[in-house]
């Protein structure tokens, strides 16, 4: 071997692990790692806890990178339901009070879709033979009876927002009970007229309503007249235009209709609630003259009553 090839062989010799270190200086170098268990050591001792604070700020900045897209459309889910929420709301509101003269009580208005019970027999606490229990779920709903007499307070304000004005002889409250105009609702006069037809229609169990209308015996076909001519204006003025289906039913030559019908209802257990809330715990003949107070004439409420108030 000539003296080159000898010199390339020394340079290909393995080279033991030794380096040249100043004394004292600190090893910045690893030995390499030669088999498994060397590898698994120095995996060991690269542990995250070893990062610098650079790196871990990067993966952070990264994460949020990817979830930013994630995070921006949940919120504006979030604000797209809150918008159609208010605006349904909204729209509901201003739906009511451009079909309602006003009233205090249209801030709890809301609706609900209910199916009709329109089964001939359906049974219903409101219907049936004359009882009790029957009388009082009819109480529990006129307003104006002996479970629910206490009236309104409103005041004057609320008169011209209903597009009214004041006469002399409205009926008012004390000034010591409180002052405010005494009124009621018109839910409960008109459920009133209802069940004094019901009660006619047992007139054998119930006869003559009250003493005020046995002393005026000829007011009482007055008053009939009247619920059922207020209750004919109230149906007309609602005007219900939904749809009655036919079927044909075993028995019947001809199609029978189908009363079960869906509608849109006022959430009327709401109503009340506003009514228990609101209504005034002074009985009725709390109610006064106030001042100077003229009293409308017979003729005024109607001629019927001045024929027949003797």
């Known amino acids: 071997m000539d003296k080159r090839a000898r010199n390339t062989a020394a340079i290909r010799l393995p080279i033991p692990h030794t380096r040249l270190t100043m004394p ?6 690893a030995p390499v790692a030669t088999d498994e268990a060397d590898t698994e050591k120095l995996l060991a ?31 504006l889910l979030c604000m797209s339901l809150i918008i159609l929420f208010y605006a ?16 205090p009580a249209l801030e709890v208005v809301e609706y609900k879709t209910v199916v009709f019970d329109g089964v001939l027999d359906w049974p219903s606490e409101y219907r049936g033979p ?15 009876n002996s479970h629910k007499i206490m009236p309104l ?7 011209e927002k209903m597009g009214q004005s004041t006469r002399p002889s409205m009926a008012r ?20 007229c209802l069940d004094l037809l019901r009660r006619q229609s047992y007139i054998e169990h119930y006869g003559p309503m009250d003493a005020n209308y046995m002393q005026r015996p000829a007011f009482y076909r007055v008053h009939l ?30 199609p029978f209709p189908n009363f079960n019908t869906l509608h849109k209802c006022r959430d009327v257990e709401k109503v009340y609630e506003w009514y228990d809330t609101h209504a005034n ?29 003797g």
């Open 281 to 309: 715990d002074l009985p009725m003949d709390h109610s006064v003259r106030v001042g100077d107070v003229v009293d409308m004439t017979a003729d005024d409420v109607g001629a019927g009553l001045a024929r027949h108030r």
């Open 45 to 75: 001792q690269t542990t995250p806890a070893e990062w610098s604070d650079s790196d871990q700020e990067t993966s952070a900045k990264s994460r949020l990178r990817r979830l930013l897209p994630w995070i921006l459309h949940a919120m």
């Open 24 to 29: 004292g200086a600190p090893s910045i170098y």
């Open 88 to 103: 349904y709301k909204v729209q509901d509101e201003q739906c009511t009070k451009r079909l309602s003269i006003y009233s």
């Open 173 to 192: 409250f004390r000034h010591e009970d409180g002052g405010g105009i005494l009124a009621g609702m018109e839910i409960g006069h008109q459920l009133h």
């Open 153 to 159: 307070r409103i005041q004057e304000s609320d008169l």
């Open 225 to 254: 007249d009247h619920c059922i001519e207020m209750l004919r204006q109230v149906l007309m003025c609602n005007a219900d235009v939904g749809l009655i289906t036919f079927d044909w039913v075993a028995g019947f030559e001809v």
């Open 130 to 144: 004359p009882s009790e229990a029957i009388d009082y779920a009819w109480d529990k709903i006129s307003l104006n």
